[in-house]
């Protein structure tokens, strides 16, 4: 059994971890040891579907030492006009590299991969490698960081909730690459992002859309890709910043406030004709929607519950299935809801959204308080928690969360001179951009509606008044 000792144990080096230990010691003097159960940086990226896509672009993500893509807005394709979103592939590299060429040559990263993190006895935590099974105690001279609280639930590693029958032929997304046959009718199961980048390949693919059945028991609210681009577009993610605020201050309600902002062109939804009740940050272009809605054969049943090879049990009746029908499981969750803690505790950071979507700007910004401060209240302060809890009825809590952390933070000069300047930020650079009407105007709308925004979120939003605390 080996003993080392460290300022900093990262517990997961996903994109939340590797975004976080990328900016603590680019901002301090801290030694850092990684630890994850993989071999290899990445998380989640490493086990996606090889046609996963970043739904954001890749402009703004990553870690913030090194660019992601090389910050090309496409010409052709489906995202023509839009900034490149990376592969899984791309983004696996780009962590790969981080890691390689950034962390590991500062000598004060240690990263030990195959590693599974086994809790803390008398103050020495305990590692195990699952390649090996030999033992290495830490010793932390500050504070251990999870950065596994929110890890995504991803279809190559999720269990489906329901009854599989003998002989259904039933696979996660990223088995439809290695088909041993061809496709004739398909059903994909869910309604997140997931299912909806699966139903948009396979009409790609050239799946005639009536081959195609869609469970679908709910639908999201999602951000129209436009308005969320960075750099030379940064005026459209000003203008929905300005919405946002706007919307935030009006709204009596989480589905009033999705409402506004479709009135504004930010939210989009597949079917104007169902009212969606679910959120999860997730964004989609205007042309996906149009294919997504040539698909006629959705089904509004409830959940499933159990395939057969002749039929489909839902919640609400059945449905039959083809000989030799193809069920395509997208049930993981995803953005997991969790219940929200202090992200500043003694001896310990635990890694949480604190900016609506982007994960790895979060955790650089969680890493940028914890190196420029000291007392864990003030960083809490900082930096509260944003809990998607996939209900559209919680948005205004999600809100109020989110700005009023940015808020506290842009009044800290040091923390708004490094947030305008980190590559995580959608926003950076757009102080340039006043030349642009779109850009002015957004600046002095929010200016205009955010102490209104926070007074009406603090009303109407359940919590919202009661911070968390180290001491919590």
């Not at 939340?16 to 990328?22: H, I, L, N, R």
């Not at 402009?59 to 979103?85: C, H, K, M, Q, W």
């Not at 590299?93 to 990263?109: I, N, Q």
């Not at 989110?402 to 590559?423: F, I, K, T």
Request: proline share 6%; charged share 25%; with cysteine.
């Amino acid at each position: 059994m080996g003993e080392i000792e460290t300022d900093y144990l990262v517990v997961g080096a996903g994109a939340s971890g590797m975004a976080f230990t990328d900016t603590l010691i680019s901002q301090s003097d801290a030694d850092v040891v990684m630890v994850d159960r993989r071999h290899r940086p990445g998380g989640h990226w490493l086990d996606a579907y090889p046609f996963v896509r970043l739904h954001q672009p890749s402009a703004n993500y990553g870690v913030a030492s090194r660019p992601l893509g090389r910050d090309r807005i496409d010409e052709f394709g489906p995202n023509a006009g839009f900034y490149e979103r990376s592969s899984a592939a791309e983004i696996c590299d780009h962590f790969g590299r981080a890691l390689d060429e950034v962390l590991l040559p500062s000598g004060r990263v240690r990263f030990l991969g195959q590693t599974d993190y086994r809790g803390v006895d008398g103050g020495r935590h305990h590692l195990v490698s699952l390649l090996t099974g030999a033992q290495t105690t830490v010793r932390v001279r500050k504070k251990v960081v999870d950065a596994t609280y929110v890890e995504s639930s991803i279809p190559s590693r999720h269990r489906p909730g329901f009854e599989v029958g003998a002989g259904v032929r039933m696979i996660p997304p990223n088995n439809l690459v290695d088909l041993d046959r061809p496709v004739s009718d398909v059903t994909v199961i869910g309604a997140g992002k997931t299912a909806m980048d699966t139903c948009t390949w396979l009409l790609d693919a050239g799946v005639d859309p009536e081959r195609i059945r869609w469970i679908r028991p709910r639908d999201s609210w999602l951000f129209e890709r436009t308005y969320m681009q960075p750099l030379a577009l940064v005026a459209q993610f000003m203008q929905m910043q300005a919405h946002w605020i706007e919307a935030a201050a009006e709204a009596e309600d989480g589905g009033d406030f999705a409402h506004r902002l479709e009135e504004r062109g930010v939210f989009v939804r597949i079917d104007r004709t169902v009212e969606p009740d679910l959120f999860r940050g997730a964004t989609i272009s205007l042309g996906e929607l149009e294919s997504l809605g040539t698909i006629r054969r959705v089904v509004r049943k409830g959940k499933v519950r159990r395939l057969e090879q002749d039929r489909v049990w839902l919640d609400g009746g059945e449905e039959p299935a083809a000989p030799d029908e193809l069920f395509l499981d997208c049930t993981a969750a995803g953005v997991r809801a969790v219940v929200p803690r202090p992200l500043f505790e003694a001896g310990r950071v635990t890694l949480e959204y604190v900016t609506v979507g982007i994960a790895p700007w979060g955790a650089a910004t969680v890493a940028a308080v914890e190196a420029g401060r000291n007392d864990d209240d003030v960083k809490n302060k900082l930096c509260p928690p944003v809990v998607f809890s996939g209900s559209i009825a919680d948005v205004l809590g999600l809100v109020y969360a989110a700005m009023s952390g940015l808020v506290a933070r842009v009044r800290e000069p040091d923390l708004m001179a490094w947030n305008e300047g980190c590559r995580l930020n959608p926003a950076r650079g757009a102080a340039d951009h006043l030349d642009d009407t779109r850009v002015a105007d957004a600046f002095a709308s929010m200016m205009t509606n955010t102490g209104r925004a926070l007074r009406n979120l603090k009303q109407r939003a359940p919590g919202a008044a009661a911070p968390l605390h180290a001491s919590s």
